[in-house]
């Protein structure tokens, strides 16, 4: 399958509303595709923005405007104001710059200069191969990818977040580094520089996970998805009530 077809069916079966972004970190080997824009300054939140509205981008050192987040993704060094949680507590965002400069330091980062581009697009557009996938909706859509994705593995997921830094490090930093699906409710800036609405969260996956979360889609759409969203129980309690 795809990376048309893939968006296509996550689309259909969980009714998205917002195309999925591919993300790829390129090494200095690996060239960019032609017509992929460089000429934004954006933060990494609004890079994902706009590629969810069909704009393929690249992110470099020289373009992302958020300093935070281009420590985490590799492209530049942390600054000192943030290390040292100084930054973050004039914000108001901790009540002091050592709790700011523990979650700092706590921060998982891509290594400084590991990969120097970026690129975005919407999924269903992408001629790059993906390493992750960000999703964002609401959580009883996004719900069902976590239920496919541990249909034939099982186990419990233990999502890790500072609630900071949502979308570059909760759902892309985190999936590509760990191999693992992250659940995001962004942050004060995702939410504050993008048109992220108040009832949606993230979800950043590993590509390599998408192929079988597709597949069990199907399985689910006319089963236990179906009567979740019919609400099944709960019209039995109603009528039970009712009686």
Request: glycine fraction near 6%; hydrophobic fraction near 40%; charged fraction near 25%.
């Amino acid at each position: 399958m795809d990376y048309y077809n893939y968006a296509q069916a996550l689309k259909y079966f969980l009714e998205l509303y917002r195309r999925p972004v591919a993300v790829r970190f390129l090494s200095d080997e690996e060239e960019v595709p032609p017509d992929y824009r460089f000429d934004l300054d954006l933060s990494f939140c609004q890079f994902v923005m706009l590629a969810q509205n069909g704009d393929k981008l690249v992110a470099t050192a020289d373009n992302l405007a958020c300093a935070n987040g281009a420590a985490a993704l590799g492209l530049r060094p942390l600054p000192e104001k943030i290390r040292s949680g100084e930054m973050h507590s004039r914000l108001n965002l901790f009540a002091s710059p050592e709790m700011a400069a523990q979650v700092s330091a706590l921060t998982p980062r891509i290594p400084l200069g590991a990969y120097p581009r970026i690129l975005l697009a919407a999924l269903d557009e992408a001629d790059f191969e993906p390493q992750v996938v960000i999703l964002q909706g609401k959580p009883a859509t996004l719900m069902w990818v976590l239920i496919a994705n541990n249909y034939h593995k099982g186990g419990r997921y233990s999502f890790t977040t500072a609630v900071s830094q949502g979308v570059c490090v909760d759902a892309t930093v985190i999936p590509f580094l760990e191999g693992n699906i992250n659940l995001s409710l962004s942050c004060f800036g995702g939410r504050g520089s993008t048109d992220q609405k108040e009832d949606e969260v993230l979800l950043g996956l590993p590509f390599k996970d998408l192929e079988k979360i597709v597949e069990v889609l199907p399985e689910l759409k006319n089963t236990i998805m179906k009567r979740s969203i019919e609400k099944t129980a709960y019209k039995r309690l109603q009528a039970k009530l009712e009686n």
